[in-house]
C-alpha cells in the first residue's frame, strides 16, 4: 500500500509541474524523496527515484530552482547503472543532458563566456550519445531529442546544423512548438551574424 501511495503522490508532482505551481511541487518532492530513501526493495525505489529525478530537473528549469536542479542531478548521477536498465542508454544520456542544462553560466549566445562553451559542448556530447545509443539499439530517437540538441547546437552558432535539426522534427508533423519556435529564432541569428 505505501507504494501505491507514493506512486500517486508522483502523479500528483507532474500536476502540480503541469499547472506551474513549482513552490508546492518541490516542497512535495523533497518529502516524497524521504520517503522513497527509505524503501529497502531496491526495484521500487529506483524507478520511484527515476520518476522524481524528473521532476526536480523539470522544477529546476521552469522555476528555474537551483536546489532542485541539482537534487535531479544527483539523483541522476548517483543511479546510473539502474536507470540505464529502467530507461536506456539513449534515455538516460537525453536526461543527463537536460539535468546539467539547468546550469548553463550564460543563457544569451552572443555572450558566452569559456565555461558556458564547455557546458554546451558537454551537453552537446550528451545528446548525441543519446542518438548513438537508440541507433545501436534500434529504437527511433524520441524528436524533443533532436529539438534539445538543435537547441545547443543554436547556441554554438551551429546555425545550419541546428535548422537541418529543426526541420527534421517539423517534418514529422507532431506540431511541437519549441521546434517551430526555436528555428525561427534561429533564423533571425542566422540573418543577423550574416549581415
Known amino acids: 500500500m505505501k507504494m501505491d501511495s507514493i506512486h500517486k503522490e508522483i502523479i500528483q508532482l507532474g500536476c502540480l509541474v503541469g499547472s506551474g505551481d513549482f513552490p508546492t511541487c518541490f516542497s512535495k518532492a523533497v518529502t516524497i524523496l524521504e520517503k522513497i530513501e527509505k524503501i529497502t526493495d531496491n526495484k521500487f525505489r529506483e524507478h520511484f527515484l527515476f520518476n522524481l529525478s524528473g521532476i526536480f530537473i523539470d522544477i529546476g528549469a521552469m522555476q528555474p530552482n537551483e536546489l532542485s536542479a541539482e537534487l535531479g542531478l544527483k539523483i541522476i548521477e ?14 538516460y544520456y537525453y536526461n543527463l543532458s537536460n539535468a546539467r542544462a539547468n546550469f548553463i553560466a550564460e543563457s544569451n549566445p552572443f555572450n558566452h563566456t569559456f565555461e558556458s562553451i564547455e557546458q554546451l559542448i558537454e551537453i ?12 545501436r539499439d534500434s529504437k527511433p530517437t524520441p524528436p524533443q531529442t533532436l529539438v534539445n540538441l538543435a537547441n545547443i547546437l543554436k547556441r554554438q552558432f551551429r546555425l545550419s546544423e541546428a535548422l537541418y535539426f529543426y526541420d527534421r522534427v517539423n517534418d514529422l508533423n507532431l506540431d511541437i512548438p519549441q521546434s517551430w519556435i ?4 534561429t533564423l533571425k541569428m542566422l540573418n543577423q551574424v550574416s549581415g
Open 78 to 91: 548517483e543511479n546510473k547503472e539502474a536507470f540505464i536498465e529502467i530507461s536506456g542508454e539513449g534515455e
Open 124 to 135: 552537446k556530447s550528451l545528446l548525441w550519445k543519446a542518438v548513438k545509443c537508440n541507433r
Open 182 to 185: 526555436n528555428r525561427s529564432e
